[in-house]
């Protein structure tokens, strides 16, 4: 078979680390050996949380990547602009003096009405040029484009004006109008809701087919647009790296201090802050509450939200930002893993790998998103509502009961979870890449060759 040559799109790629890359590390990884010829278009500086070149180093050679210049910054400056912004107060060590109220909404206003759909739209000047390019130099068959960034979308009708015959994938890694707009977007004024729904909808309309990441997600997408087909909206989950992960059954002993460990890996932010958990925490009996430690790894966003986990005192640690393989190898060493959600239509990454180490979970989840559903189908841990204080509580007060029990009580559903290997969900994306490409070649099979629609950029 004739191999496929993909580009893909992806703002963030390793050595840049967190879990906003893994998706795309994955893709690079695995694609070359299902037929895939690669080549990844991607921000030379784009600002990260961390680094991690343990993800770079897996990346096949035969993988080309072609890195850009965007005009961002780096990502702690960005974070307390960002802090100023939200929070209309001067960061640390500024006086009130020095950055005047009227000042702050200014800039805020400013950098809200221009800065749409949001920061990273920066790039989208150079990623045009540079796609164009990639297309014609390299002979591309198919462009997969993953978003966030949601600017990144931008490029989708700029390409099919360019190229009416090329297929387009976009990939949803997080559901956009619906929820993560409203948790975590840079802007949320009317002007930003109308650009969002606006871009997306151009996104919808010029691209192949789109790909979510969870069913609902995937519905509450294809609702949106009614006159397109169904075959259009399509999904693939993200999924845990088996080779990352060393799967260990939970203890049948208790720790000789008696303490339960829950860890929380990733980003603490607005889709999972801790209030509801730490309220549920401080309301257990003494004798219960001091026998949990709660560690939590991962870049927090707000000062709010670490100062709320530090009331639990020194039943937590905070530690930071760590590579994924040292995060991962961290849930060797845990009782339980912690899961805080408040979204209802996409996954947090960080389940798969929960559910890919063996360890159960103790969650608190939108009762009604997706992440109940996957942790009942493979039986992988125990759940409460996100912000019902009260049952918090008793799933915890439940979890300290369960004490040397828990081997007996957790039973994994082993064959559902391999489902959700990476490399298995790799080959069918593959697949699906193959099908597309097939389809249009097909066809267009007396039509021109696809061709730029003008020789500017």
């Not at 893909?8 to 070359?32: E, H, Q």
């Not at 260990?248 to 209030?275: C, F, K, M, Q």
């Not at 707000?302 to 040292?326: I, S, W």
């Not at 080959?427 to 249009?440: K, N, T």
Request: net charge positive.
């Amino acid at each position: 078979m004739k191999p496929l040559n993909v580009l893909l799109v992806t703002y963030s790629f390793p050595p840049a680390g967190g879990v906003g890359v893994l998706r795309a590390a994955s893709l690079a990884r695995y694609f070359p050996a299902e037929g895939i010829r690669l080549d990844v278009l991607t921000a030379r500086n784009a600002s990260a949380v961390g680094t991690d070149s343990a993800l770079f180093n897996e990346i096949p050679a035969e993988v080309t990547i072609h890195r850009t210049i965007t005009l961002d910054l780096p990502f702690g400056i960005k974070k307390r602009i960002k802090q100023l912004l939200v929070r209309g107060k001067p960061g640390k060590g500024a006086t009130s003096a020095a950055v005047p109220a009227g000042k702050t909404n200014f800039l805020k206003r400013a950098l809200q009405d221009v800065l749409l759909p949001d920061p990273q739209v920066t790039w989208l000047p150079v990623l045009t040029r540079a796609a164009c390019r990639l297309v014609r130099e390299r002979h591309i068959d198919l462009v997969l484009i993953t978003a966030p960034p949601f600017s990144s979308v931008l490029l989708v009708e700029k390409l099919r004006k360019k190229f009416p015959h090329l297929p387009i994938v976009v990939d949803f890694r997080d559901e956009w109008l619906s929820t993560t707009l409203d948790l975590v977007g840079f802007s949320r004024s009317e002007r930003a809701r109308k650009m969002a729904r606006d871009t997306e909808a151009s996104a919808v309309a010029n691209a192949t087919a789109v790909v979510a990441v969870t069913e609902a997600a995937r519905r509450q997408i294809r609702s949106r647009y009614p006159r397109e087909l169904e075959s259009k909206f399509l999904l693939i989950p993200n999924g845990f790296d088996a080779t990352r992960l060393h799967r260990s059954a939970p203890s049948t002993e208790l720790r000789l201090d008696g303490r339960i460990v829950i860890t929380h890996i990733g980003t603490v932010y607005a889709s999972n802050e801790p209030t509801s958990l730490v309220k549920a925490v401080q309301s257990l009996p003494p004798e219960v509450r001091s026998r949990f430690r709660f560690r939590f790894i991962g870049y927090i966003e707000e000062q709010r939200y670490r100062e709320a986990l530090l009331q639990l005192g020194d039943m937590v640690e905070l530690k930071g930002f760590l590579p994924q393989h040292e995060a991962l190898a961290a849930l060797n060493e845990t009782d339980y893993c912690l899961l805080i959600r408040h979204d209802h239509l996409n996954i947090a990454a960080k389940m798969y790998d929960y559910i890919g180490g063996g360890k159960p979970i103790l969650a608190t989840i939108h009762p009604d998103g997706p992440e109940r559903h996957l942790l009942e189908e493979v039986r992988a841990g125990w759940w409460a509502a996100n912000h019902d204080v009260q049952s918090i509580r008793q799933l915890f007060i439940d979890a300290a009961v369960r004490g040397n029990s828990l081997a007996r009580e957790f039973q994994p559903d082993r064959e559902k979870i391999a489902q959700y290997e990476r490399k298995v969900l790799a080959q069918r994306y593959a697949g699906l890449l193959y099908s597309i490409a097939g389809s249009e070649r097909a066809c267009d099979l007396h039509a021109p060759a696809a061709q730029p629609a003008g020789t500017g950029e």
